[in-house]
């Protein structure tokens, strides 16, 4: 039988009380299985990308994850520099004021929904949102910071008032509180979508005049990667985070750095589920890019991610 030249052995890996993630995920590297393998080339991708002198690293997520502990590997990448610049949507502004004030709780999935909601609980997959610590709080912290802001300007930004919701929240348990005090811009491109959303719409009943200054954002994001010597993007999941992260990256020729993480199929065609070769074809990510992508849940594998990256730094 004629050999295929250049093929790499499957090779056994092993794990002990003493193993470290850095070493057992590149055994699962030369392992060759399945998702296991494709775990190690996203973090090894992003190990290589956040160590790439000059290159802009950009970080996209919907919401959800900040509603779990995950936020604190969030936090982590921020403090560690593997952040430049983060888009996300209105519900992680939402999760991030509720869970640094409050708490949120374990639940389960098959939980009975109507007695939750008896009970002053919202579900959010398995975890728990007490009503009390989610919409009423968040109006009371965001109403005062909205009339601060006012009595200064009429328009503000998206990464203007993440900024000042974490300078406002002033607490290490807060990512915003992070992005802000490391120079690393959050933007928002849905910003009404959420209950920070909805109170900026409650504070412009009484002030007509005051505006979220959307285009100010993009005029910053065209900016940003215009200036970059590269750019690369850890993707999570999808939605609009996602796609505001490559349709700005189109415009400079694409990504040269590209992760994607996400359990959405491409089959229906949404943007969600949709490869990384299908953004080559758009211009987004680089057709000489280094890429890697994994079907996985973003809580589930990112820690491990992240770890490697900063251990191999």
């Not at 979220?212 to 939605?239: M, N, W």
Request: neutral net charge; proline residues 3%; contains cysteine.
């Amino acid at each position: 039988m004629a050999r295929v030249p250049g093929l790499k052995k499957v090779r056994d890996y092993h794990v002990a009380a003493s193993s470290d993630i850095a070493a057992l995920l590149e055994g699962m590297g030369e392992g060759g299985g399945f998702m296991g393998r494709s775990l190690y080339d996203v973090a090894s991708t992003y190990r290589a990308m956040c160590s790439r002198e000059g290159c802009v690293k950009f970080l996209s997520f919907p919401a959800a994850v900040v509603a779990t502990g995950l936020r604190g590997v969030l936090v982590d990448m921020v403090k560690g520099g593997m952040v430049d610049a983060i888009v996300t949507t209105c519900g992680t502004l939402d999760h991030d004021i509720a869970r640094t004030l409050a708490d949120y709780y374990s639940g389960s999935f098959d939980m009975d929904d109507v007695r939750l909601k008896k009970a002053g609980y919202h579900r959010l997959g398995n975890v728990l949102v007490p009503l009390e610590d989610y919409g009423p709080l968040i109006e009371k912290r965001m109403q005062p910071l909205l009339g601060r802001i006012y009595r200064e300007r009429r328009a503000v930004t998206t990464e203007e008032l993440t900024a000042e919701i974490g300078r406002d929240l002033a607490s290490e348990r807060s990512l915003l509180y992070w992005a802000q005090k490391k120079g690393v811009p959050v933007f928002v491109p849905g910003i009404t979508d959420g209950a920070v959303g909805s109170q900026i719409w409650l504070f412009t009943e009484s002030h007509r005049d005051f505006q979220i200054d959307l285009i100010g954002d993009e005029r910053r994001l065209s900016d940003i990667f215009s200036d970059a010597k590269e750019a690369g993007a850890l993707v999570l999941g999808g939605g609009i985070s996602k796609h505001h992260t490559i349709w700005w990256a189109q415009f400079r020729g694409g990504l040269d750095w590209a992760c994607y993480v996400s359990t959405a199929q491409e089959t229906d065609g949404s943007l969600s589920g949709a490869r990384i070769r299908e953004a080559v074809s758009w211009g987004k990510v680089k057709a000489k890019a280094r890429q890697a992508s994994i079907d996985a849940e973003v809580t589930t594998v990112l820690p491990f991610i992240v770890s490697y990256a900063l251990t191999k730094a």
